[in-house]
């Protein structure tokens, strides 16, 4: 499907001097609940990297599968005017990734990046690797320090 995406997620967690857990899966795991279900874990364990646009430019907001993000009080902690859902089409010129599949990271270039708080209560996290029928595993503290995320509360 998407294997050069997922090579890239693979190589930006190895650059980062994380390890590959990337997880490849015979059916497609696009959504927080398919995940949560061929991973037996917490949907809320699920790290959805959500691509919103503020004024044309990106912004990657990990969040909890099991959070509805609240983007009028993501736009007030971060003081920017309003934050609109991407397209798929400005997701993937901006990720290389599609809808669904969107990992944290392996991204052509960097970008500007929220981490859902909550997500700090689990001990393994679990978000998409580049496309549908991949996931990675990895914990809050890694992956705040591989994405250099701002934490924060988004729901």
């Known amino acids: 499907m998407d294997s050069d995406?997922?090579?890239n997620v693979r190589r930006a967690l190895l650059a980062a001097g994380s390890a590959d857990t990337v997880a490849v899966f015979?059916?497609?795991?696009?959504?927080?609940a398919a995940a949560a279900a061929a991973l037996g874990c917490d949907v809320a364990a699920i790290t959805n990297s959500l691509v919103f646009d503020v004024d044309g430019a990106p912004l990657l907001i990990l969040a909890s599968g099991a959070a509805r993000v609240d983007t009028g009080k993501v736009?007030?902690?971060?003081?920017?005017?309003?934050i609109r859902r991407a397209t798929p089409d400005f997701v993937l010129a901006h990720t290389g990734q599609h809808v669904g599949g969107v990992a944290p990271?392996?991204?052509p270039e960097k970008i500007r990046t929220i981490l859902d708080q909550t997500l700090n209560a689990h001990e393994l996290l679990w978000a998409g690797a580049g496309d549908h029928n991949s996931m990675?595993?990895?914990?809050?503290q890694d992956l705040h320090r591989i994405t250099n995320a701002q934490e924060m509360p988004v729901r």
Do not use: M, N
């Open 75 to 82: 736009a007030a902690q971060l003081g920017s005017g309003k």
């Open 5 to 7: 995406a997922v090579a």
């Open 26 to 32: 015979e059916t497609q795991v696009p959504t927080a």
């Open 105 to 107: 990271i392996g991204h």
């Open 136 to 140: 990675f595993s990895i914990t809050y």
